[in-house]
């Protein structure tokens, strides 16, 4: 069965680095999103990506984020000057349509630990 | 500002009995809902889904109800198995799904052999 494939699954980074997700949806699929979920907490939306361009994005998704499709496979999120309160499960999703009919389908998740 | 709530955070069932996980929402926009269901180390898998044309879906042992005056929704698992221990999250849309996904907190299900 065909997967979301996210790297690394843990990262440890000092406040004010920076850091990039990475992400490969399933080849298929054209929108893609990131969430993520601070430990205890929901999943929070941060951006959806579709024809190279942010669709749409949240009020956490600040100038501090960035997405990119560099090539025909890739999807990162990089955190340009990484904050204590980044810390968090970072999940990659992706979409054949937007929500339905069986929504999205997740990677494990990147657990960034900002120390 | 949580739109979609799930107000138990965590719920426990023996095996074969019914788990009924609730989740309600606060945005009237809102016309598709979904499940997923997580476990630990692992990403959201989606579980089932709901139109807003619709008051009932049901899937083998999940069945989801939705009350649209009272913006609330349910999952039925009948019966529970112990590895329908996890999370399950509920998820909302807009616009006949076409917004991002707006998750809950989460109910984590424990069933008890």
């Known amino acids: 069965e065909p997967e979301v494939t996210q790297t690394p699954s843990h990262q440890v980074t000092q406040m004010g680095q920076e850091v990039i997700l990475r992400c490969v949806p399933i080849s298929n699929h054209l929108y893609f999103y990131w969430y993520r979920q601070i430990l205890g907490q929901k999943v929070e939306f941060l951006v959806s990506?579709?024809?190279?361009?942010?669709?749409?994005k949240s009020e956490i998704f600040d100038d501090q984020f960035s997405v990119e499709r560099p090539d025909g496979s890739n999807f990162t999120l990089k955190i340009r000057s990484t904050k204590l309160e980044d810390s968090a499960m970072y999940f990659c999703?992706?979409?054949?349509?937007?929500?339905?009919?069986?929504?999205?389908?997740f990677g494990s998740g990147t657990r960034l630990t900002v120390v | 500002d949580q739109q979609v709530k799930q107000n138990s955070p965590s719920l426990s069932v023996q095996e074969g009995r019914i788990s009924i996980l609730n989740c309600d929402y606060t945005?009237?926009?809102?016309?598709?809902f979904l499940w997923y269901k997580k476990y630990p180390a692992e990403g959201p898998t989606f579980l089932i889904s709901?139109?807003?044309?619709?008051d009932k879906n049901e899937d083998g042992r999940f069945t989801v109800f939705l009350n649209k005056s009272a913006k609330h929704l349910s999952l039925h698992i009948v019966p529970s198995q112990p590895g329908d221990s996890a999370v399950y999250f509920c998820?909302?849309?807009?616009?006949?799904?076409?917004?991002?996904?707006?998750f809950g907190k989460g109910t984590r299900l424990s069933v008890i052999a």
């Open positions: 990506f579709y024809n190279n361009e942010i669709s749409e």
């Open positions: 945005n009237s926009m809102f016309d598709y």
């Open positions: 998820a909302a849309s807009a616009n006949s799904g076409n917004t991002p996904l707006v």
């Open positions: 709901i139109s807003s044309i619709k």
């Open positions: 999703a992706s979409s054949e349509g937007w929500a339905g009919p069986d929504g999205y389908t």
